[in-house]
């Protein structure tokens, strides 16, 4: 692959993935090469890549002759989903504030949540509360680690993504965060802790809100 191609495939890639992720491209949607080639005016060989990586990403799958459809969720679904993701984040806030990680950690998170605060009212708010857990992750150092949340961070996003649109819950998050900083500074780490999970478990709930405002509007579609 010459490093055109390249660039071709990795920006096909993110333009469906970023469809996805903010539901351009709906749960259920059907994607053929043919309607991908008309949406993003590219040929097939990049839409065949950017689909493989989408698949393994968990953010379309192929049905048994139904072909690529994004992914559909169910209340198992995120159940499953954020029960890993609330274990994931507690282990990566563990080992990034060992002994000799902390401060490193505690002066990252500081600067994203000042930019966390100053972007609360525009389109960069999104970036910045993924990267107060993005940080964590980087800090933990584990390749491990951040491989094994990668899928179920990805899906999680898609629920983010549309209940993070309201202020009152971007002001929550924020909240959160801070009781989340707070508790790493005070180095108080039981605390920070159990403060990710009632965070996740937060976010849990929402995303629920969200499929059973989905699943309400796919019946009143349906009648």
Known sequence: MNANSATVSER?????RDDILNKTLVSGEKLTI????????????PIREALFRLQQDGLIEYRSNAGMRVIEFTRQDLAEIYMLLTEFDVIALRAATIPGRRLGTLAALELCMEKSRASIENKLWNYYSDAFHSILYEEAQNGRLTDAA????????IFSNQYEIKEENR???LKQHEEILNAIRDNRLDRA?????THVGSSY?????ILDEEEE?????SK
């Not at 709930?205 to 809100?209: I, N, V």
Request: no cysteine.
């Open 34 to 45: 043919k309607k991908l080639h008309e949406m993003y005016g590219v040929s097939s060989s």
């Open 150 to 157: 990668r899928k179920i961070r990805i899906q999680s996003t």
């Open 12 to 16: 096909i890639y993110t333009a469906i």
């Open 217 to 221: 509007e796919s019946e009143e579609s």
């Open 193 to 197: 802790e159990n403060l990710m999970r």
């Open 171 to 173: 002001r929550e998050i």
């Open 205 to 209: 709930a929402k995303a629920l809100s």
